[in-house]
């Protein structure tokens, strides 16, 4: 028997399907921008689809070696970034839902307040910081400051909030340690939530553009959208160069999503209902 088609259930239906039309409209324009020989891209009037396609401005940025070395940066700090993120983030998140210790409301409290604090604001303190250590044009000076996620923090511990403390109090009993009790409970048991909140943290780090151009001088060490934005000032008018170097940047975040979407939406749907 065939679901009957409601208002409520066509109005949701036909609103995703405009939504993802405007969504998909800028990364097709992209994709054939970047296959169009570069005269064509000028021309008027404006055409959606090349008459001649080509690769040429793909072989173009590949050929110069720069791009490889900046999908590599993006994909070491990106993994580094969500890596330690989920670490620091998980154990903060831990201490503040199942241990009491003085003054514990007033520093989550603390931790809250961090969420409202633009990151703009931390950028001259911290760049300074990273100069005194010496870590300007590293990777760890690049995925230190961005590792300190409040958000994350506060997403964590309403999920572990939701948490039956039995399987705590069961580990406990068969002689658990806290630090066992954390690895072997908690994180298997919030899977899709942890899911989640790396692949949120791995977006943002590999988007991620102010940090990176403020920190970064040696081209060597730039990141995607570091390298994107040198490309489009020393390319000027070459769009189909600059629209190839986007779709390549932009091509492992849609690899991730789509092979991590099921988790994403499961783990968004339990910190709802558990939070």
């Known amino acids: 028997m065939r679901p009957a088609w409601t208002f409520p259930k066509v109005a949701t239906t036909v609103g995703a399907l405009i939504l993802g039309v405007v969504w998909l409209i800028p990364l097709l324009w992209a994709v054939s921008t970047s296959l169009k020989p570069e005269p064509e891209t000028t021309r008027s009037p404006i055409t959606w689809w090349p008459a001649a396609p080509t690769v040429d401005a793909y072989r173009s940025i590949l050929s110069q070696g720069d791009l490889i070395r900046w999908f590599v940066n993006s994909s070491v700090v990106s993994v580094l970034v969500t890596v ?43 760049f300074q910081e990273m100069t005194g250590l010496g870590l300007v044009d590293t990777y760890w000076g690049i995925v ?3 590792v300190v996620a409040p958000v994350m923090v506060f997403v964590l511990k309403k999920f572990f909030d939701g948490i039956s403390r039995d399987y705590e109090d069961a580990a406990r009993v068969d002689g658990a340690s806290r630090w066992r009790i954390v690895w072997s409970v908690m994180v298997p048991m919030s899977r899709p939530i942890l899911v989640a909140v790396g692949i949120f943290t791995f977006i943002g780090a590999w988007n991620n553009f102010l940090w990176p151009f403020i920190v970064t001088t040696d081209p060597s060490m730039m990141t995607i959208p570091v ?49």
């Open 227 to 275: 390298g994107l934005a040198n490309v489009q000032g020393s390319y000027g008018l070459r769009y189909a160069q600059i629209m190839a170097s986007a779709v390549l940047g932009g091509l492992p975040l849609l690899i991730v999503y789509a092979l991590f979407q099921r988790q994403v939406v499961r783990g968004v749907g339990d910190a709802g209902i558990k939070g």
């Open 144 to 146: 230190l400051p961005q």
């Open 84 to 126: 330690l993120t989920l670490l620091v983030s998980v154990l903060a998140a831990f201490g503040f839902s199942r241990t009491d210790f003085p003054g514990r409301r007033v520093l989550f409290g603390l931790v809250v307040a961090g969420i409202l604090v633009p990151p703009q604001v931390l950028i001259v303190p911290l």
